[in-house]
């Protein structure tokens, strides 16, 4: 069975940092987008960052970019993200997510389609506090 295991998150003051990982097990790492979406009470779910494995290409929702980054390890087929200068208004669940993927995939042309994902981790909350 596929399985996404997330690990990080908690709870920070706004401008904290934090860190969210996600191991893939039972799942062929290459040949697959990986990313992080999240959902904030009463608001739909929105996709933060996917890397495509094999092509590289990455996506960063402008909404944090600068202050995320998305990388991946391929020996231990994880994917993490990078959280900087949290805000509140970053406060919500966050969950990994995978769909295979072409090498020439823009991670752009997934990331705005949570639908189309069909792997998902367990979600954990991050809540920034001012």
């Known amino acids: 069975q596929v399985r996404l295991l997330q690990s990080g998150g908690g709870s920070v003051q706004t401008g904290g940092s934090l860190r969210l990982s996600c191991a893939a097990s039972?799942?062929?790492?290459?040949?697959?987008?990986m990313g992080w979406f999240r959902q904030a009470p009463g608001k739909e779910r929105e996709g933060v960052a996917v890397?495509?494995?094999?092509?590289?290409?990455?996506y960063i929702a402008d909404s944090v970019k600068g202050r995320f980054t998305i990388s991946q390890d391929t020996a231990e087929k994880t994917v993490a993200l990078q959280m900087n200068s949290l805000k509140p208004d970053d406060t919500a669940m966050y969950y990994c997510?995978?769909?295979?993927?072409?090498?020439?995939?823009?991670?752009?042309?997934?990331?705005?389609?949570?639908?189309?994902?069909?792997?998902w981790g367990q979600g954990t909350q991050v809540t920034v506090s001012s």
């Open positions: 890397i495509n494995i094999d092509g590289g290409s990455t």
């Open positions: 039972n799942m062929f790492y290459s040949g697959y987008c």
């Open positions: 997510a995978a769909r295979v993927c072409t090498w020439s995939k823009e991670a752009s042309s997934v990331a705005t389609n949570p639908g189309s994902f069909n792997i």
